[in-house]
């Protein structure tokens, strides 16, 4: 996924205008766009809710908002300073799945 459409997914999350989180430049010259690990709670939230009464649209959905946020949550070292292992929880089928899919883009 492009920095621009998940910054655009990123506002759909957050319920901001388009625009509102602007991509950045980080030192080594890389871009990312902001609000990406807000949008990832509330997209984790959202899945945790509605993992037993969403309907599966929305389920696809949100996984593949998720997982579109796996490449930029590394290149910001979300995955050193919480490694993927440690996104596992019994309690929060989304943040499992964060910790599911950042093993498989790492490996």
Known sequence: MSNEALQETNNKALGTAAGTFPIVT?????????????ALLVNIKAFDEGFDEGSEEDRVRLELAIRSAIPTLHKIGMFDLFAPDEWFSQSSTGRSLVGQLAKDYIA
């Open 26 to 38: 980080l030192p080594d010259g890389r871009k990312v766009p902001t609000g990406t690990v807000g």
